[in-house]
């Protein structure tokens, strides 16, 4: 079958900002916020400020609530309604008692209402129609028809939703006993373009036909149960509505969802406001975050993500690592640690820009990747020990050198103001034969190929010559760096380990054969296919796990591309296959751009690379590692399951990538809540067990995940032909 390529053109990538106070005004004072086309204002219920490019001015005059109705701007000042154009404050009219809401009529009629009554506005005057029940908040217009035939209503927290009526004009109250409405504390109403009225109250959402027909809107499947504090609809028909869980949007007739974390500094969204151009801007108990948008393609944000890997991630020689954050959020504020696996990611990165080189020819791809590989062959180099490779070094500028376990750090013989860590694993490993393989086709010249082959030869011939193990300085081998035959078929306490462990070394036996052309490794292959059922091992290597541990899943799907793209025999390649298939069949529930294009890349089957370009859209652009709430989603299913052995219950789909923890792809895509536990029990209707999941430690907005987790599936996918430019 021929592949296709899946072009998937622009889409919508969404970015946030958070006001704080180093942005001049006290984020938690602010009680209101408009748009005024695309400038926003603000007001902490006394004071207006405008907010542009990241800094706040404070503005002349006293302003308590804003309202932005048909493209205008209006202000609550004192007891008066004043139009902001510009900065500029001018007051229209004077009431006995302050503004508390405008609405404009689909003729164009305005109304509004103080603490105490309803006005229209005729012949530029505003006049008294009628008194309010005690503690209204809101109103809604639709029309103004004939006199006496309006349609008004309005909302109060005490006595509920309520419809103007009659010659005499009175309050026709709409309650719960003997309506659809579900509670009596209304806190904002909207009318659609179809003159449907939305009604968001502490129970949920609304819809009123303006008769007798009611839609409970918390029978949409994904509409949380919670409070609906505000609601924006724009002319468009695209509909916000600010809660007790976050923001949530319909458009397009689908539900999405802006929560805690990655978007809000709190789930409880009390004020939100919508620009001309779709910028969301919502006031939470912490703060404003300012939510906009624009249209990319996946080259646009590969680009990003090339660049946010130089300016934040590149360590030392080029080592790829995580970010660690002094303050919430800010990148700029971070540094870089020594991780214990620098070989692995610095291989999945050097990887990506091999891909990247192959698929377009950049020399900044192919610089990327010769830093990155030359790190890596020093990790092999540093420890003295033929073949044996180090997990990381530092160097005496690092705060943290001299310390750590010092059986396992070791100063470096011939320079010491370096250290290196041992006890290294077949994780490292799997980074770096994947890395020199590809490096080796698609990017080395001669001289390179030359050295390449030299060090995967030191390491395999290490291996091999120690039992199938490494072998630290110490003469011990490591822990986890196993591949002896006798252990993994025989052992055990290494049956997890089995598959994956013969996938490893069957992959680096092939990897070392293609760069060296040595057959005692093709030797060394097939004895351990022919005595010890390697390849055996290998038709399942996965163990289904409830979806529980993942840490192999990424070794997996790293070590199976060599493997079966340097296995010549046809035979052998399709028991490989077996495995990949498998494994591909049980994880493609998580939707995740690595897997689904390895399998893609290495099969001629469906590797839905659909949805693999719709996860790296819906990645963040920051890749912090953002407290994580989505208990309280009604589109959710939680699995029980992980009980069974002895692990919390998680996820049973993953939800969408922009409302999931980040991880790399050896973490759990399927946490509910993480570093959200102060909000677990905000909305009474869904703090169950469930609710309550304590999730994965670290997600606190003080650490980012590596970009490698955009880049390698990105540029695979490109240099295969599974996705386009």
């Not at 839905?608 to 920051?622: F, V």
Request: net charge negative; hydrophobic share 35%; aromatic share 12%.
């Amino acid at each position: 079958m021929k592949k296709s390529t899946l072009y998937l053109g622009e889409f919508k990538q969404y970015d946030k900002k958070f006001i704080t106070a180093e942005n001049g005004i006290n984020p938690e004072s602010v009680c209101d916020v408009a748009f005024e086309g695309e400038v926003l204002y603000l007001t902490n219920g006394e004071s207006l400020f405008q907010y542009d490019n990241g800094s706040v001015k404070k503005l002349t005059g006293r302003v308590s609530k804003l309202f932005s109705k048909k493209g205008k701007l209006y202000g609550a000042v004192g007891n008066s309604l004043a139009e902001i154009k510009k900065g500029k404050i001018k007051k229209i009219a004077d009431f006995d008692c302050p503004v508390v809401d405008i609405s404009i009529g689909f003729d164009g009629s305005l109304w509004l209402i103080t603490e105490n009554d309803l006005y229209l506005l005729k012949d530029n005057e505003f006049e008294q129609v009628v008194e309010l029940p005690s503690e209204t908040v809101c109103l809604a217009a639709l029309n103004n028809k004939t006199k006496y035939g309006e349609t008004v209503y309005v909302g109060s927290t005490v006595e509920g939703l309520l419809s103007m009526k009659g010659k005499r004009r009175h309050w026709a109250e709409l309650l719960p006993d003997n309506t659809g409405v579900m509670s009596k504390k209304i806190n904002c109403l909207q009318i659609d373009a179809l003159g449907h009225l939305w009604v968001g109250s502490d129970e949920g959402l609304n819809i009123y036909d303006g008769k007798n027909y009611w839609f409970n809107g918390n029978d949409f499947y994904s509409v949380p149960d919670g409070s609906f504090n505000d609601m924006y609809f724009a002319p468009d028909g695209k509909k916000y509505f600010a809660t007790t869980t976050g923001i949530i949007t319909l458009i397009e007739g689908k539900i999405s969802y802006f929560s805690y974390g990655a978007w809000l500094m709190h789930p409880t969204v009390t004020k939100l406001a919508v620009s001309d151009n779709g910028t969301i801007a919502a006031v939470t108990p912490r703060g404003v975050s300012v939510i906009t948008h624009k249209y990319m393609t996946l080259a646009e944000k590969a680009e990003h993500f090339d660049k946010l890997t130089e300016k934040y991630f590149m360590r030392n020689e080029g080592y790829h690592v995580d970010r660690i954050l002094r303050k919430y959020g800010d990148l700029d504020s971070g540094w870089l640690p020594n991780s214990d696996n620098d070989g692995l990611f610095t291989g999945l990165y050097c990887a990506s820009q091999c891909f990247r080189y192959k698929a377009t020819g950049s020399p900044e791809a192919k610089a990327n990747a010769k830093r990155a590989v030359e790190a890596m062959i020093k990790l092999t180099e540093v420890t003295g020990k033929s073949g044996f490779t180090a997990r990381a070094t530092r160097y005496s500028d690092d705060p943290d050198f001299g310390k750590g376990n010092r059986e396992e750090w070791h100063i470096c013989k011939d320079n010491p103001d370096c250290e290196w860590l041992g006890e290294t694993s077949s994780d490292e490993m799997t980074g770096h034969y994947f890395a020199y393989g590809l490096y080796f086709d698609l990017v080395a010249d001669k001289k390179e190929k030359k050295k390449i082959a030299e060090v995967v030869k030191k390491i395999t011939d290490h291996i091999i010559e120690n039992n199938f193990h490494l072998c630290d300085v110490d003469g011990v081998p490591t822990t986890w760096a196993n591949w002896e035959p006798e252990l993994l078929n025989n052992d055990d306490r290494w049956f997890f380990e089995r598959g994956t462990n013969s996938l490893e070394i069957l992959s680096f036996l092939k990897t070392t054969y293609h760069v060296t052309g040595d057959e005692k490794y093709n030797e060394v292959f097939d004895m351990l296919i022919e005595k010890y059922h390697y390849a055996m091992n290998c038709m399942q290597y996965k163990c289904e796990d409830c979806h529980i541990a993942h840490i192999d899943d990424q070794l997996d799907f790293t070590n199976i591309y060599p493997l079966i793209t340097y296995t010549e025999n046809e035979a052998q390649r399709e028991i490989f296959k077996m495995g990949l298939t498998h494994h591909f069949d049980y994880e493609k529930i998580e939707r995740s751009p690595f897997f689904n294009i390895v399998y893609g890349a290495l099969t001629n089957q469906s590797c839905d690379i659909e949805n693999a370009a719709k996860s790296l859209s819906e990645m963040n652009l920051d890749l912090v590692v953002w407290p994580t709430y989505n208990s309280y989603r009604k589109d959710i299913v939680i699995d029980y399951s992980p009980e069974e052995l002895g692990c919390a219950p998680q996820l049973k789909y993953p939800v969408e990538y922009s409302s999931r923890l980040i991880v790399n792809y050896d973490g759990n895509q399927f946490v509910c809540d993480s570093g959200a536990e102060e909000f677990v029990s905000i909305n009474k209707k869904s703090a169950n067990r469930a609710a309550a999941l304590p999730g994965t430690d670290g997600a606190n907005g003080m650490r980012t995940v590596m970009p490698y987790i955009y880049l390698l599936p990105y540029w695979m996918g490109r240099a295969h032909g599974l996705l386009g430019d």
